[in-house]
């Protein structure tokens, strides 16, 4: 202790004896425009500030040999020594031809944002991972991008370890993500149960850690004819960082407000995460920047007495992820380059629980009943490595991404009923997983002299991907027997086999599938003139088990006077079924008003789905319009940009055929399931909707800069069309039930918008966020609507920079503790006469701002 009592002393009192000086200055473009909004900060420190609307800055640098770094999306950036200068101005250049990256949405590296012809938010990981409460990154989206909607459910299976997430309320699988421009693999969990992408795969944002980010770019547009398949909604691109010569990292501790957790009094759910970031220099001009971080958050409990479960909320887990990002020049002209990573998850979920005495607990094993708990072991591996340069004056790079996602299932606090007191309490479930290979080659080139300016690229993608499921041992799956069991009202069932939670997987349900995919684009962005832009691209894909789909997109950009343009675009879009829609299959358990089902889910190309009429599966299809209006001037930003989205054939999981169904109710009896559910192409949907993004920012005095934004999402969505087939007349409702359409129409609030400010002053900061979630509708187990009533959240934020290398963060996230609406049943005349009759056994469904409470937490963030 008194060691480390020395070495805080000489750290401070080092700290104490660094020089200072106030450095000023004007950051323009190549034409002598003001840059406003550029990010300027002291290397090695959380030192910093950023340009106001006439592009000028000042900043306090703590010692002489300061390095100052100057950041722009879309300008390449600089590094310029201090060297005791009081003024320093600079000009940026256009395009990021030095890192090697184009801003998502247009191939051109000589645009920016703000001349894109088609929406691009950026969202800047190092502040608000500074200022916000949210740990993981499905968080901090949900948070800070008003279209992008994430829940943490309970009570769903694999969903309770992986948070489905969306953009614009369509389906998880319906968003592109991309890492440093090359297609991410998704996850291998396809989506059954929840509020959230029923029926969806997506992709797995958590396993990216956010202190491995520089910036996120979504693309609020459709864009497969870009990217190709997935991006219907839009596109999320990760840029990782690559900074050198400084080590940053945060240590985050946090708890929400225990509010009816029987077992805790005042917190639970607590969250500690340590990471760390550190780059260096490799060759001539080359890099390599590592992360690491841990993440380890506990049980919440939102308890009812009435309730069909003792344990309602969220997972137990431990998440360890390390990344790397990294380029070395090979002569002038061309590097070759690599990043990637490794994530691991070890998490527990309650399921729903067992009485003591029904015909799935065995009494001699737990007296009181059981609350069985489903287990993960998730892994995610991804490698992508290129090489880049000029070839023949085209901009060049190709490339190899490889990435896998494997979910193994193990069951714990279990038993599997049919073996009575022999049964073990743990079980080995399977699992599944999903493998990618993505090999592409790109050239772009761009004429200063061809009108005022034109960039023509085109390229050549070849996608392998696998989906495998795997079984569990056999007394996760096997029912042993018949063994009677004679119930309360004295009659006689069979104890169910397979293990309680989470029955195993057989070997039955074992797959091996896969396919390839093939494609080619061509894509041209015009400037007509220095005030017009038009853009257009086409792609072909062929898959080797759909066949080949061609689509195309126009966009453009007409500037009207200075900081003032109007956009839009119009494209086609596709997206194949993803492998584990087509060969998913299981029997689980789920519970229809407290009372458990087993249920079968059959794969596709089964015959009892044949049997019953379901169509095989064939792919989405999209047409995509956009129209909006940006505007910038005197540190105003304003965008307005409106949509509209139809979709055909959208995929989506059936409602419950019974066993007494006239077609397939005998195959049902022979699995000893009580129904079936299927993938299949329900419906047709179209999506009305407008983005909203104004900011305010400046400066008061040479050290004190704030910034106002207002952001928000309007989106209504339609199902125009329930596609069936002439065997399906008359079984509408199990076809897709109006509880199944709710779920999906409640994809994303009606209205979802964050209004923040953020303020320093020499060394404090100052952060507040109100956000609004609009009411949403869901349909319960017996029928009613469950009316979520619209709910606002406040979180505040307090920093101290307690030297230039160390900061404080102290603050909460839904500080007021806002929770949904509670949904009771009320069957009786007392106040506790009621039942939760919720997708997940609670008072609430995981919808709006989730149903967890106040989150505070403490943060110490370092850079050195």
Do not use: C
Request: zero cysteines; hydrophobic letters at 35%; proline letters at 3%.
């Amino acid at each position: 202790m008194k060691v480390i009592s020395t070495l805080l002393f000489l750290f401070l009192f080092a700290a104490g004896l660094s020089a200072q000086g106030l450095i000023k200055g004007k950051v323009t473009d190549e034409a002598g425009a003001a840059l406003p909004g550029v990010t300027i900060y002291e290397r090695g420190t959380s030192n910093g500030t950023v340009t106001a609307w006439d592009g000028t800055y000042a900043l306090r640098y703590s010692r002489n040999d300061a390095v100052l770094v100057f950041s722009y999306t879309g300008f390449a950036g600089q590094e310029i020594p201090a060297e005791g200068r009081s003024e320093l101005n600079v000009t940026l250049l256009e395009g990021l031809v030095i890192e090697g990256l184009e801003i998502v949405g247009s191939r051109s590296l000589n645009r920016t944002v703000t001349n894109s012809p088609v929406p691009v938010d950026i969202i800047d990981i190092r502040q608000i991972t500074t200022t916000q409460g949210q740990l993981d990154l499905n968080q901090l989206l949900q948070f800070a991008a008003p279209s992008f909607n994430a829940n943490r459910q309970t009570g769903a299976d694999g969903a309770d370890h992986t948070d489905p997430a969306s953009l614009r309320g369509l389906g998880p699988d319906q968003t592109l993500v991309l890492i440093n421009g090359k297609r991410r693999h998704q996850s291998s969990l396809v989506n059954l149960y929840g509020t959230r992408g029923r029926g969806n795969t997506g992709t797995d944002l958590n396993a990216i850690p956010a202190a491995a980010i520089e910036r996120i770019e979504i693309l609020r547009d459709g864009a497969s004819a870009q990217y190709g398949s997935d991006a219907i909604a839009g596109v999320i691109n990760i840029v990782l960082k690559e900074s050198v010569n400084e080590f940053s990292g945060n240590l985050n501790v946090g708890a929400n407000l225990a509010q009816d957790n029987p077992e805790r009094s005042t917190f639970d759910g607590e969250n500690v995460q340590l990471n760390g970031n550190y780059g260096f220099r490799i060759g001539q001009g080359g890099f390599v920047n590592v992360t690491t971080d841990y993440w380890h958050r506990g049980h919440t409990n939102r308890f009812d007495p009435t309730l069909y479960r003792r344990q309602f909320g969220d997972a137990q887990g431990s998440n360890f992820g390390t990344y790397f990002n990294a380029a070395v020049p090979l002569n002038d002209k061309a590097s070759v380059y690599a990043f990637g990573g490794l994530n691991t998850r070890k998490s527990e979920a309650y399921a729903w629980s067992r009485d003591a005495g029904s015909a799935r607990n065995v009494v001699s094993i737990y007296r009181d009943g059981f609350d069985p708990i489903i287990a993960t072991d998730i892994t995610d591996r991804s490698l992508s490595v290129g090489v880049r340069g000029e070839l023949s004056g085209w901009s060049t790079d190709f490339n190899h991404t490889a990435g896998s996602n494997r979910f193994h299932y193990y069951g714990r606090n279990t038993l599997n009923a049919s073996l009575e007191e022999r049964s073990p309490t743990e079980f080995d479930d399977g699992g599944f997983q999903l493998q990618q290979h993505v090999t592409t080659l790109d050239f772009s080139r761009f004429y200063k002299n061809w009108m005022s300016g034109v960039n023509l690229a085109f390229g050549l993608e070849h996608r392998i991907e696998n989906y495998q499921i795997f079984a569990g041992e056999e007394g996760s799956w096997r029912a042993y027997g018949p063994v009677p069991f004679v119930t309360s009202d004295g009659d006689t069932v069979a104890r169910p086999g397979g293990a309680q939670g989470f029955p195993g997987f057989a070997p039955a349900n074992e797959v091996n599938e896969s396919r390839s995919n093939l494609a080619a684009y061509l894509d041209g962005e015009f400037d007509l003139s220095s005030r017009f832009t038009v853009a257009a691209a086409a792609r072909y894909e062929n898959y080797s088990d759909f066949g080949g789909t061609l689509n195309g997109k126009l966009a453009a950009r007409l500037q009207l006077a200075e900081g003032l343009a109007l956009r839009a675009s119009a494209s086609s879009g596709f997206r194949a079924p993803s492998l584990a829609q087509l060969y998913f299959n299981s029997v689980y358990t789920d519970f229809v008003s407290g009372v458990a089902v087993d249920k079968f889910l059959a794969k596709n190309n089964s015959p009892v789905t044949r049997a019953l009429g379901i169509e095989a599966l064939k792919q989405e299809t999209s047409v995509n319009f956009g129209a909006g209006l940006t505007f910038a001037r005197n540190g105003l930003s304003l965008t307005a940009d409106y949509y509209h989205i139809t979709i055909e054939n959208r995929i989506v999981l059936t409602a419950d055929f019974t066993d007494t169904d006239d077609q397939i109710g005998d195959i049902l009896k022979g699995l000893n399931v009580g129904s079936a559910r299927f993938f299949t192409n329900a419906i047709n949907t179209s999506t009305d909707g407008l983005d909203l993004v104004a900011s305010f920012g400046g400066r008061l005095g040479d050290n004190r800069r704030y910034a106002i934004t207002l952001a928000g999402n309007y989106n209504s969505m339609n199902i125009d069309k329930v596609n069936t087939s002439p065997k399906l007349l008359g079984k509408e409702d199990s076809y897709l039930s109006n509880r199944e359409k709710l779920f999906i129409l409640a994809s994303a609030p009606k209205l979802k918008g964050n209004l923040s400010l953020d303020y320093r002053a020499l060394r404090w900061g100052f952060n507040a966020r109100l956000t609004y979630f609009d009411k949403i509708e869901l349909e319960d187990y017996i029928g009613t609507l469950d009316v979520y009533d619209a709910r606002v959240t406040l979180d505040l934020s307090v920093s101290y920079d307690i030297t230039p290398n160390l900061r404080w963060t102290i603050g909460g996230a839904n500080i007021l503790n806002a929770y949904p609406t509670a949904q009771k049943d009320f069957y009786g005349p007392g106040p506790t006469d009621y039942s939760a009759e919720s997708e997940g056994g609670g008072l609430y469904d995981p919808v709006q701002m989730g149903f967890n409470g106040a989150f505070l937490f403490s943060r110490v963030g370092f850079r050195f």
